[in-house]
Nanobody, 125 residues
């Protein structure tokens, strides 16, 4: 079983930065692709960013590309999301995710197998 615990959310002003962390437990988690999704009030959960097992390949939603950076440290079983130039529209609950094969968006077989409990990010204007 894999458990994911997020931290690092909070309140920040427009243009500010935050770094989210996701601590993973489970001996095979280092080989899973991992990522971040977010859900704003009244909206569906959406993809933000993902990273492959090695950390060498990353993928971003268009709305965050150039502002957010995802990375992972397998020695610490932790995935990070560095968020810069934050905007009010980035306000959401952010969820860490792991997949045994691949994460959405992608082929139909890509799915999230494990979710964290979420951490709230609020960007004030």
């Amino acid at each position: 079983q894999v458990q994911l615990v997020e931290s690092g959310g909070g309140l920040v002003q427009t243009g500010g930065s935050l770094r989210l962390s996701c601590a993973a437990s489970g001996r095979t988690v280092s080989i899973y692709p991992m990522g971040w999704f977010r859900q704003a009030p009244g909206k569906e959960r959406e993809f933000v960013a993902s990273v492959d097992w090695s950390g060498g390949s990353t993928y971003y939603a268009g709305s965050v590309k150039g502002r957010f950076t995802i990375s992972r440290d397998n020695a610490k079983s932790t995935v990070y999301l560095q968020m810069n130039s934050l905007k009010p529209e980035d306000t959401a609950d952010y969820y860490c995710a792991a997949g045994k094969t691949c994460l959405p968006p992608g082929p139909v077989e890509c799915r999230v197998d494990y979710w964290g409990q979420g951490t709230r990010v609020t960007v004030s204007s």
